[in-house]
């Protein structure tokens, strides 16, 4: 199962990067909207470096690993 069937919203970078003005705060509000609704976003086409994105679902992995109280205390 991947971030989008679990109902994660999510937005495309380019839209932002590339497109009209239309676009622009169409993804501006699809970006604000999934963070105060869901509190997580998928973005698509972020250019980031394959290993950066390793990287940060390692570090996302060990926070959700540590116990409610310190989680608590980030």
Same mark, same amino acid.
């Given at each position: 199962?991947?971030?989008?069937?679990?109902? =994660?919203?999510?937005?495309? $970078?380019? @839209? *932002? =990067?590339?497109? @009209?003005?239309?676009?622009k705060s169409? *993804? +501006?509000?699809? $970006?604000?909207?999934?963070?105060?609704? =869901?509190? *997580? +976003?998928?973005?698509?086409?972020? /250019? /980031?470096?394959?290993?950066? +994105? @390793?990287? /940060?679902?390692?570090? +996302?992995?060990?926070f959700f690993? $540590?116990?409610? $109280?310190?989680?608590?205390? =980030?």
């Amino acid at each position: 199962m991947n971030l989008y069937e679990m109902g =994660i919203p999510a937005v495309n $970078l380019a @839209d *932002f =990067i590339h497109g @009209d003005t239309q676009a622009k705060s169409s *993804f +501006v509000k699809a $970006l604000g909207s999934a963070y105060e609704d =869901i509190g *997580f +976003v998928a973005v698509k086409n972020h /250019l /980031l470096d394959e290993s950066v +994105v @390793d990287r /940060l679902y390692s570090e +996302v992995k060990a926070f959700f690993a $540590l116990d409610e $109280l310190t989680k608590k205390k =980030i």
